[in-house]
């Protein structure tokens, strides 16, 4: 399951409480995945998964909810080994780590960048009439 970049920091204004609320994105980051590579639940839905009579027992609606489960689960790791598994719970915490730093380097950002024609080729001539031209490191750019 992918986490959306996003933090709970962009839907508010002003440094102070960007930088607390950073901490607690981790921890929620954290306990998802967490709660998403549960051995003791998956072992659990998989004993409903793989007995046929219990599955036949169940509604359409319930049948398909384990299904589903069981599936997003093997899609979390929990069908590897327990050092795969570890391995695998280490790169996730890492990318959520990644993607909150990155997340608040775009937030903290101007959001402009100035690109010299170069960068810029294969746009049309058009583009570049009447827009404004900058001065940055020596380079012009747009």
Not at 22 to 34: N, Q, S
Request: glycine fraction near 6%; hydrophobic fraction near 35%.
């Amino acid at each position: 399951m992918s986490l959306p970049m996003s933090t709970t920091s962009s839907a508010t204004k002003g440094a102070v409480f960007d930088f607390a609320l950073t901490p607690a994105d981790i921890e929620r980051r954290a306990f998802k995945i967490e709660s998403m590579m549960r051995e003791d639940v998956y072992r659990a839905v998989r004993a409903v998964f793989d007995n046929s009579d219990e599955m036949a027992s169940l509604g359409p609606e319930d049948r398909r909810l384990v299904e589903k489960m069981e599936l997003e689960f093997r899609r979390h790791g929990l069908a590897l080994d327990e050092d795969k598994r570890e391995h695998l719970r280490k790169i996730k915490t890492r990318i959520s780590e990644l993607e909150i730093k990155f997340s608040r380097s775009i937030n903290e950002g101007d959001g402009q960048a100035v690109l010299t024609r170069d960068e810029l080729e294969g746009l049309p001539s058009d583009f570049f009439e009447g827009r404004a031209t900058e001065v940055v490191d020596g380079q012009e750019g747009f």
